[in-house]
């Protein structure tokens, strides 16, 4: 008797569990986090609404003052940048993090200032100067840069053809403090200088080297056109090429792994996808590698975009494209695909310039 | 050395009586009743409910699996089905199974004919069936880990069942612990002397008092997580989903030996009550259940080693520990093959169904064993191995391989002392096939499935050749085991009234050879019934 009690109740119970689970399940549910840390700093009033980061009186405690050990970590980075860091200043350093400051989450507000890269949040208060609503007091951390900068700032290479950029320019900075665009181009030397080497596809060439939004054109390289083969000819027209390099990618490297290149030399970069998975094609001056590392030790810092100097992030197997970089400065610039693990798997290469050659 | 499980029939005849158990009793005194066998016989009934229900859920979801693409329904069902699947199999069935046959055949084996606070394992067994209600009712999708933030996050406004099922399952297994302990310390004679089951339950009653409470304080901390009174390990309010990992896991890594401990131990007493000779060694017994006890708790890292990354030595240790585990189930294997490899094995072991499902159930622990020499290496598992196929394959394998057929086994050795009836040899017969075949099948293919990097936790895939085979097939082996199950029932509800009656004479009698003169052990079904 039990047991067909046993058997009859089980073959019941089955039935309403599986009716329940298959039948009616539950309502697929996600529940937003409820209040996140972030919102406990704002109420703390630890961070500043988003939006004027500089103008803000709130910004001028310690709070986003660089760390000591971070000044000296920036400090090595630019010795290890080299004569590019010391000597030139008229090509200031990296100059397209300041759409970061147009980015979403309101974690990365503080980011464009505090993270770095001085010349950045210098130029942010010259721009703010010019405009004659500077506040000294409102300076995170005065440097050399500063004061070097706004000497080459009187002889700006201004190209009026530059509409694009500028836009952007004042886009990000500009808008609310009525930047005029003569201004904002002025603090755009290193892209004005980048650039002015190839005036002809700069339309063209200003999407390219900010295409993901942080858009960094560094020191020392530059991209002058990218496209498949089919469109490259009529890109680089007048564009005298002085080297041609073949980089195939595969699991896991690239081929070749380095090559020398001369300064001032123009050279066209054919990377064919020889591999059978997706991959990316990331090409990062010595001081943009610096950035990432230390940003990896930062864990707050951890999501932000990388800046490349010119980034494909997706290259498909089988693609073929072509990319005409100009090198202006020596130095090591290294390629590579930074899909996770790739890099760590082989996939990184480097070009060096100038009187560094291996 | 001699071996007193070997004896102990003999010397308590008395206590071996085969009865009608299950025919004599009213439904309440079945459902209430402290006297050790109803208490085990209840929670057989139970956890063969419960695997019923686990069953029919893995063959749902089997049958979405056994094709790419979505048939039948989605992520939120098949996540549901899943983890109801695990934790009714882990904490309702596998566990449960095997702790109810040792509560039959530890008072006899101990010589007590009666457990010690018995009252306690009545409290044990209602805890988990109120636990198993809950998840019914709640039917969470948060995975039988149910790693936090996602178990935090998931579920809907149910979830909190989930969470205070895992509280009452903790609850369920440290009483049962505590009695277990209480019922071995009650041991009178010398230590060298406790049966190689009582070992197994005083291991297995300390993994169980020691590692609940870190299941029922993950439990609770989610409730109180969920309810916004704590944030222990929800991230986005400052919590450590490390916390939980090493938690939850200091738990975890032990409870997979919850079930394993006491199938040794009945694997330690049926072999000799079939072999008609004692273990090759106890001592070697002794010393594994001893290492395994020690060693269970300083593994349990390895169970989420590539997500969570310390520092070189604390992995080298785990791995280290990890690979130690090796030499007690090294020594209990070869104990149990020695055992057999010492002299002849009678016929009536070779035609007993429950000494069939013993030797299927160590070659399938031999099995899972050998792979799992992949599973404890870092790089291995780290690369190819972890959130694969592979690892299921690998507990599925001793899981239901070894613990779940070892039950069984001990189910079919009982059966003549629950219903005073004999079982059907030929369903039994076709059931101890069915699941070799379907286990290890399954098994296999779920290995072939890890190698080529089949993820875990998913209602689609790609239609990969290697992919798309490898599950139709596993579909059909998981059929199989499934209509094996369904003859077991079968067997086991019609047989306590159809079944040959043994009458008091023991039903496992030892014969070197058959003789014309005496009854065939398991006679055919259709002589019986007429």
Redesign the interface.
Known sequence: VILRLWAVFTVVIVAVAWYLTVIVPPVEHQATTSRTLLEQYRTDGLVPEPGHLVLSDEIGHETFDIPEEDAIHLAAARRNAGDAMEESTDVGMTMGESSMGEMDMGADKMVPMTMTELPEADSIETATESAGVADEDHAIEKDHLVSDFKEHSDAPVVDEDHPHEMASVADEHGADHETSEQESTQLMPGLTNAGAHSSRNDAHHGETAGGHGSGGIEVGISILAEGSSDEMPSLIQGIHIDHTATIAMHEWGYDPMSFNVGVGDVVKLVISHKGSIPHEFMLMGELGMEAVNYRLQRADWNLLEHEAIFERSIVMPGEVFELVVKIHKPGMYMYMCMFPKHMQFGMMGMVMAGEIMM | VEDRTATTEKVHAAMWQPTNL??Q?T?KE?LFSNDYRVISVKGI?AS??IL??GG??AL?FRTELAYPDIQF?G???YM??MT?HGMFMVFGFVIPIVLSVCYYLMPKVLKTDGLLWAGWLQASFWTLIAAVALL??G?P?FTWTFYAPMS????????WCGYVAIVLVAVSEFLAGAALLRNVFAWQDSWKSLPLLGWAMLTEGGLLILSTPALALVGALLLTDWL?LTAIF?T???GSTTTFLWMFWFYGHPAVYLPLVPAIGILYTLLPRFLGRPMWSRQSGIIAFVLLFVLSFVVFHHHFQPNVTRHGWVQRFFQIMTLLIFIPSTLHVFNWIASLWQGPIPISARKGIPFKFLIGAIAMVIVGGVTGYLNAQISVDSDFIHNTYWVPAHFHAMFLGFCAQVAIAGIYFLYPYF?GRMYHSGLAEAHFWMWQLGIFSKVMLMYALGMANFPRWVVDYLPLPEWVTAQFWLTIAGYLIGLGFALF?LN??SS?SRGRPVGASDPWPIMETPLPDVPAPTPVWKETTK
């Open positions: 299950l025919g009793l439904v079945f009934l063969l409910l019923a229900l029919i859920f749902t329904f992520a939120r069902t549901g089905l109801l019914i009712i039917r999708d935090l996050r998931v579920g809907g406004n149910l979830v916004q929800d986005a309010r400052g219903t029932v086991v509800v306590a």
